[in-house]
């Protein structure tokens, strides 16, 4: 048993593990564009989209912990890291501030829907001219009779085009800063919903991501997530949880990246050796493990701090650097271990390099999170 699991949590995590290579038996080079309701009912299936969310609701009830170990599983066992991501964006970005900000109708009718994946959710918080200043959002939330108005465009919303409904925030008062941002759920058949066509990236391909319009579109006082001026808080929320726990979806990558690369050194032979004999090899796949170690205990670590409600900015921001720095640089040396064949999308290499570029930007950038380290020990 590893890091100390007890016989369920190990027994749980090598379910999901088999359960998802059961349901996404395909190879890794095997694209097959975007992911559709049939692979998003199978996440829920397999208890990845509800697993944090109360068992009253359809989820499982998990920990933030347990639910990263969920995450992780599904993460090494399905190659298709744009449909995990897409999930767990579903999950923490919009599932989890609905629970906890949500009315107690908005609450009713959507979690069991989300949980079981019956209903896709996008969440809408990125501006064309507002990336990482989430204090100053250009879409604007007018108080109106039992409501309020959205008028404003949000880029890069994952699972947008495919998305049921929608978690967004908008300013009420621009002077507030921060304390002005509210944040809303919007369903996607809402008259003045505009979904724009999705945008061509250069990873995460079975995920679909492109922009949101919102024109004079009404949003009912009940679908307010915590009160007009809460959404900055709100945000931050889902956001601890989307650094730790979504990052465990590339602890898997890496886990899986790990030994394909072992098999391959092992098997493949040049010069009358097999290359793990050579140090240039080896000595990549050593750096391999060490990152995936460092950066998994790292991520325990985050989402230990939040099971006891006192989530650290600064172990969060560790983990998410961690993360997202080792499976690039992990990525890159995977595909000079497999050589000519990890530059084609047959073993899906250069997938997982490609899928590991954008992890380094969403979510606060790699940057970002070196500033938040730096404040918080005092700099």
Same mark, same amino acid.
């Given at each position: 048993?590893?890091? %100390?699991?007890?016989? &369920?949590?190990?027994?749980? *995590?090598?379910?999901?593990?088999?359960?998802?290579?059961?349901?996404?038996?395909?190879?890794?080079?095997?694209?097959?564009?975007? *992911?559709?309701?049939?692979?998003?009912?199978?996440?829920?299936?397999?208890?990845?989209?509800?697993? !944090?969310?109360?068992?009253?609701?359809?989820?499982?009830?998990? &920990?933030?912990?347990?639910?990263?170990?969920? #995450?992780?599983?599904?993460?090494?066992?399905?190659?298709?890291?744009?449909?995990?991501? &897409?999930?767990?964006?579903?999950?923490?970005?919009?599932?989890?501030? /609905?629970?906890?900000?949500? $009315?107690?109708?908005?609450?009713?009718?959507?979690?069991?829907?989300?949980?079981? =994946?019956?209903?896709?959710?996008?969440?809408a918080m990125t501006e064309p001219e507002a990336g990482s200043d989430s204090s100053r959002l250009a879409m604007t939330a007018?108080?109106?009779?039992?409501?309020?108005?959205?008028?404003?465009?949000?880029?890069?919303?994952?699972?947008?085009?495919a998305a049921d409904v929608f978690v967004t925030y908008a300013t009420v008062n621009p002077k507030a800063g921060f304390l002005?941002?509210? %944040?809303?759920?919007?369903?996607?058949?809402?008259?003045?919903?505009?979904?724009?066509?999705? *945008?061509?990236?250069?990873?995460?391909?079975?995920?679909?991501?492109?922009?949101?319009?919102?024109?004079? !579109?009404? #949003?009912?006082?009940? @679908?307010?997530? %915590?009160?007009? &001026?809460?959404?900055?808080?709100?945000? @931050?929320?889902?956001?601890?949880?989307?650094?730790?726990?979504?990052?465990?979806? *590339?602890?898997?990558?890496?886990?899986?990246?790990?030994?394909?690369?072992?098999?391959?050194?092992?098997?493949?032979?040049?010069?009358?050796?097999?290359?793990?004999?050579? @140090?240039? #090899? $080896?000595?990549?796949?050593?750096?391999?493990?060490?990152?995936?170690?460092?950066?998994?205990?790292?991520?325990?670590?985050?989402?230990?701090?939040?099971?006891?409600?006192?989530?650290?900015?600064?172990? /969060?921001?560790?983990?998410?650097?961690?993360?997202?720095?080792?499976?690039?640089?992990?990525?890159?040396?995977?595909?000079? /271990?497999?050589? =000519?064949?990890?530059?084609?999308?047959?073993?899906?290499?250069?997938?997982?390099?490609?899928?590991? #570029?954008? $992890?380094?930007?969403?979510? %606060?950038?790699?940057?970002? @999170?070196?500033?938040? /380290?730096?404040?918080?020990?005092?700099?």
């Amino acid at each position: 048993m590893e890091f %100390g699991w007890n016989e &369920g949590q190990q027994a749980r *995590y090598d379910e999901v593990l088999e359960a998802t290579r059961a349901a996404f038996p395909a190879p890794p080079g095997a694209g097959h564009g975007f *992911y559709t309701r049939k692979d998003w009912l199978r996440l829920g299936e397999i208890g990845m989209l509800g697993s !944090c969310l109360p068992e009253e609701f359809g989820g499982q009830g998990l &920990g933030a912990l347990d639910t990263a170990r969920v #995450v992780e599983a599904v993460g090494r066992g399905c190659a298709d890291t744009g449909l995990v991501f &897409g999930a767990a964006a579903h999950t923490f970005a919009c599932a989890v501030p /609905i629970e906890r900000f949500g $009315s107690d109708a908005v609450r009713r009718r959507l979690l069991p829907e989300l949980a079981a =994946g019956r209903l896709i959710a996008g969440n809408a918080m990125t501006e064309p001219e507002a990336g990482s200043d989430s204090s100053r959002l250009a879409m604007t939330a007018t108080p109106t009779d039992g409501g309020f108005v959205l008028n404003g465009t949000k880029s890069f919303v994952s699972n947008g085009p495919a998305a049921d409904v929608f978690v967004t925030y908008a300013t009420v008062n621009p002077k507030a800063g921060f304390l002005g941002v509210t %944040g809303l759920v919007v369903d996607r058949d809402t008259p003045g919903v505009v979904v724009g066509k999705p *945008y061509e990236k250069m990873g995460m391909h079975s995920c679909p991501a492109g922009p949101v319009t919102f024109e004079d !579109c009404f #949003v009912p006082e009940e @679908q307010v997530l %915590g009160g007009a &001026g809460a959404g900055a808080a709100i945000f @931050q929320h889902s956001m601890g949880w989307e650094r730790a726990c979504l990052f465990a979806l *590339y602890i898997g990558l890496l886990d899986r990246l790990l030994d394909q690369c072992v098999t391959h050194a092992r098997e493949r032979r040049q010069f009358g050796r097999r290359i793990g004999d050579f @140090q240039s #090899v $080896s000595n990549r796949i050593a750096d391999m493990k060490v990152r995936l170690e460092s950066a998994r205990l790292l991520l325990y670590r985050a989402c230990w701090s939040m099971d006891r409600d006192a989530p650290s900015v600064l172990h /969060i921001a560790l983990s998410k650097l961690a993360v997202s720095e080792g499976v690039l640089a992990s990525a890159a040396d995977a595909v000079r /271990i497999f050589g =000519g064949r990890g530059y084609l999308r047959e073993d899906g290499v250069e997938a997982a390099l490609r899928d590991a #570029v954008p $992890s380094t930007i969403f979510s %606060g950038t790699s940057d970002i @999170q070196r500033q938040l /380290i730096v404040k918080e020990i005092g700099l």
